[in-house]
């Protein structure tokens, strides 16, 4: 019932929003003569923000065509390396060949789509052979594709590892440090040669009892049951993922904007200015992020209530009891592998401490190939997006797999 009701709010304030763009579009366009006044652009900013108020299912491009690479402009091209029913190995593929060292870039399983690292990617291509695990929407997925739990997760990273081979480095964001840290853990204690050469853990979940957040409150002040009641729901009918049971997207952005909804409607408010006062550039980067923002995700039940329970409820990483298929996760078994974990100073959906315990997790690595980054005035995001990302954090990551 939960999401046939988001669904048919959704198909009734269509038809408005369609109007609504439309209006803006001639409001504010150039050509339009009379149009180009305050009165007029106030009216089309006003017709904007109706018109934005809705959520996409639709995955975003990463709109990286090409990059610049020492004065010299690179073309980049989207090849799928390897391709199951929940997700797709991506390589960013550059035109020129050039021997650089191998990322995999691990996204999160989560509300939003895999281009939310747009930024991340763009950053490392330069220097990078760069893949990324392109997450499906589980709305899209057909129900004969079968379940995908935790376990499933950490088999999929650890195929596309293995795809990747030796001398890989794992850069995992935000979510999927947790079984990211397992997978590798796993890999070690069977002396696998596609052992990452390094891992970058970055703002992740590995340890939530350390400075819990309000995210962490919410996984611990209810039990699993209430989960599942209250917060799984069916695909409607005329998807591809009919019937199949999961954690609607809508519900997790809806979650995060009420933590910060002062910001998100000052956000919104300058946005209103900036179209009134044609301040094309400030307003194309506030759309640009919640286009993003706004495409949100369906997470397979699965995964997520077995994340809420292992991940957050009962921290089974963190208290050595991980388990993949039966088979415990040996941290002190991880040697080979050089481990970076970065933190943002005022990140308020995974504190500064919960992915540096990683390190107190792993002591058979060489403290000299172990490094933590605690980057003062960021959140959540700006570790993996945005200057501080571009100019104080990425250098680091750089550095650190040079040296791997």
């Not at 579009?25 to 923000?49: I, K, Q």
């Amino acid at each position: 019932m939960l999401y046939n009701a988001y669904q048919a709010r959704q198909d009734f304030l269509a038809p408005l929003r369609i109007y609504a763009d439309l209006t803006a579009a001639v409001l504010r366009d150039p050509m339009a003569g009379p149009w180009g006044n305050l009165f007029a652009r106030t009216m089309g900013a006003a017709a904007e923000l109706i018109a934005r108020s809705g959520l996409t299912h639709e995955r975003p491009s990463y709109d990286i065509s090409d990059i610049k690479l020492a004065g010299n402009v690179v073309q980049i091209s989207e090849e799928p390396a390897l391709e199951t029913p929940f997700g797709t190995l991506l390589h960013f593929r550059k035109s020129i060949s050039l021997n650089q060292k191998r990322v995999l870039l691990v996204a999160p399983l989560a509300g939003h789509f895999a281009t939310l690292l747009r930024d991340t990617v763009r950053t490392l291509l330069p220097e990078h052979d760069v893949f990324i695990t392109d997450w499906n929407n589980a709305r899209d997925i057909p129900r004969d594709k079968g379940a995908f739990g935790l376990d499933d997760y950490v088999e999929h990273v650890m195929r596309f590892i293995e795809y990747l081979g030796p001398d890989t480095h794992v850069i995992g964001v935000c979510q999927p440090c947790n079984a990211l840290l397992a997978t590798v853990a796993l890999m070690a204690q069977t002396d696998n040669p596609a052992q990452p050469r390094s891992l970058t853990l970055m703002a992740g979940p590995v340890d939530t009892r350390i400075n819990p957040t309000v995210v962490n409150y919410l996984a611990t002040d209810h039990p699993l049951e209430w989960f599942e009641k209250n917060l799984i729901s069916p695909v409607p009918a005329r998807y591809k993922g009919a019937h199949r049971r999961v954690y609607p997207g809508f519900l997790q952005v809806s979650g995060f904007m009420s933590m910060n909804l002062p910001r998100h409607i000052r956000a919104h408010l300058d946005l209103f200015e900036h179209v009134i006062h044609a301040r094309d550039d400030k307003a194309a980067a506030t759309r640009n992020f919640y286009d993003e923002y706004f495409a949100v995700f369906d997470m397979p039940a699965e995964f997520y209530l077995e994340t809420v329970e292992r991940v957050f409820q009962d921290n089974h990483l963190a208290r050595g009891k991980f388990k993949w298929r039966g088979q415990l996760a040996d941290l002190g078994a991880i040697k080979k592998t050089a481990l970076l974990t970065v933190e943002g100073e005022n990140d308020d959906i995974c504190a500064p401490g919960q992915t540096e315990a990683a390190h107190a997790l792993t002591p058979n690595i060489k403290p000299n190939r172990k490094r933590h980054h605690l980057q003062k005035s960021v959140g959540h995001y700006g570790v993996f997006a945005g200057h501080r990302w571009q100019n104080e954090i990425y250098p680091i990551v750089r550095d650190f797999i040079a040296k791997a």
